[in-house]
């Protein structure tokens, strides 16, 4: 993967996670899916290992709906904009295309923390906390119920676990990628 596509996934998903989280302070959940959809598109359309990224993503699904369901059902966090049809106290489904879009970074601009674990957990405990933060007071997308270090510790640990595990499932190669990628098996003639 060259220089130019590390930094155009870093800054697409930069891009992507403003757009969402201020359509989604505005209360325009369904306008918070479309700078979502626009990068995984992109993403998926250039990719060279598409069942894995996929895979990748439905797992970052599931840790959404766990860590993010869970501060919000727990009442540590609510969410500006809601989904229709999500469950009271879920996850919204603007939560979890960032959580797809952000799975897409694991294997291109975050790829250099694979075999880190230390530094993977650090950016989850630390990192996702703060835009959390930036989210709830620069565009009143998420708001923390008192006190807010519930929700903020809650975050941390929660995504401390994900991102070293998804940064594993990352580095794994799927099965039909590894099969293209060493091509048909040999047959030893004796």
């Known amino acids: 993967m060259s220089r130019v596509s590390i930094w155009a996934n870093f800054i697409g998903y930069q891009i992507a996670w403003i757009i969402v989280v201020s359509a989604a302070g505005h209360d325009r959940p369904w306008l918070a899916l479309l700078p979502t959809a626009a990068f995984i598109g992109w993403q998926l359309a250039t990719s060279e290992r598409r069942a894995a990224d996929l895979q990748l993503m439905a797992a970052a699904i599931v840790c959404g709906v766990i860590i993010d369901g869970s501060v919000s059902f727990l009442g540590w966090l609510h969410y500006a904009a809601g989904s229709p049809g999500a469950p009271p106290g879920g996850a919204p489904l603007w939560i979890l295309s ?11 601009s975050l790829k250099w923390l694979q075999g880190r674990p230390v530094l993977s957990l650090l950016l989850g ?3 996702a906390p703060l835009a959390y933060l930036s989210a709830a007071r620069g565009f ?6 008192d006190p807010t270090f519930k929700g903020i510790a809650g975050l941390a640990v929660g995504w401390a676990v994900a ?11 799927s099965p039909a990628l590894a099969a293209v990628e060493n091509g048909p098996p040999r047959t030893s003639s004796s």
Do not use: E
């Not at 998804?166 to 580095?171: D, P, S, T, V």
């Open 98 to 108: 960032l959580w797809m879009s952000f799975a897409l970074t694991m294997p291109r």
């Open 140 to 145: 009143d997308a998420v708001h923390f119920s």
């Open 163 to 173: 991102v070293p595990i998804l940064l594993h499932l990352a580095a794994r190669r």
């Open 125 to 127: 405990a630390i990192g």
